[in-house]
């Protein structure tokens, strides 16, 4: 501006650059909305396509045949007690879309569920792990735990690791809940075959151990215990690899807890890996194309 000259060549004043640079913008934005259009196309078409498919495989109409360990878009879980593991669970399963009910026996932990909820959305807002200032999912917060449990496909408990109070609730909740629903310890140290000692269809039990602070984790311990079967591992495996985590078996007695440092790293691939925020910036895509890359 100060030398009255840009790259298309001289310009005879600052306002006819503040025009040029106007239509610049408008045509930036005109190919975002493009764009925005074409990938609706593209998806609409992906719909179409899978329709078709799904059609062809059960002879043209009807509902295709699915994978019984295949999990929905939408999963209904049951996370039982709303302490600091708790919460973090019922975020994450939240953060990718599926329905948590969340109960815990203490009322005033139950009542600070959502408080302490949104303060995890503002923290993954300002780290950009999060596009937008709500979960996808649906988080409800219940007193009664027949009523957590009771539609629930998978349930997640992540109370005190004391094994007569883990032992007492998933005693009773293997009563109460669906009979094929998946039931999940989350413990340190306790014997899994214990925990689930006087459960009800034992062999739909497992440990499963989420590592803090669980959001940018993936790696999730399993430990079946002597009953669970080879079903509702799987069914366990593609509900949390489609979360975009990492089953392990823990080696040795003695169990992984990740480092400051480690927890960081793997925040750190987490946002480099994000293909709607900008490699350099690390703002969200739509805004870096209005802005900085035009």
Known sequence: IDDGVDEAGPVANPG?????????????????????????????????????VADAQVGGGGEAETDA??????????????GLMGCKIAGELARQG???????????????????MEEDKQELLREGLLMQGAFPGQVLC???????????EFIFEAVHDNLDTKSDLLEKVSHVCQPEAVI????????????????AKRERCLGLRFLFPVYYIPEVEINPSRDTSSSTTERVRCLLE??????????????LILTE?????RRRVLLHSRRDFC?????????VIKVYHT
């Open 16 to 52: 006819e650059l503040r025009k040029r640079l106007a239509q610049f913008a408008n045509a930036a934005h005109q190919s975002a909305v493009a764009a925005q259009r074409f990938g609706s196309q593209i998806a609409q078409n992906s719909t179409m396509t899978n329709s078709r």
């Open 69 to 82: 360990h295949r999990t929905e878009v939408m999963v209904k879980c049951a996370v039982l007690g709303c």
């Open 98 to 116: 599926h329905r948590v009910k969340m109960t815990d026996s203490n009322a005033e932990v139950l009542n600070s569920a959502y408080q302490r």
């Open 142 to 152: 219940l007193s009664r735990l027949e009523e957590t449990v009771s539609d629930a």
């Open 184 to 199: 999940s310890t989350n413990t340190l140290h306790l014997d899994v075959n214990e925990v689930f000692a006087r459960c």
């Open 242 to 255: 489609d979360m975009g985590k990492t089953l392990f078996f823990r080696s040795g007695g003695n169990p």
């Open 261 to 265: 440092e480690q927890r960081e790293e």
């Open 279 to 287: 490699p350099v910036c690390r703002q969200p895509i739509q805004d």
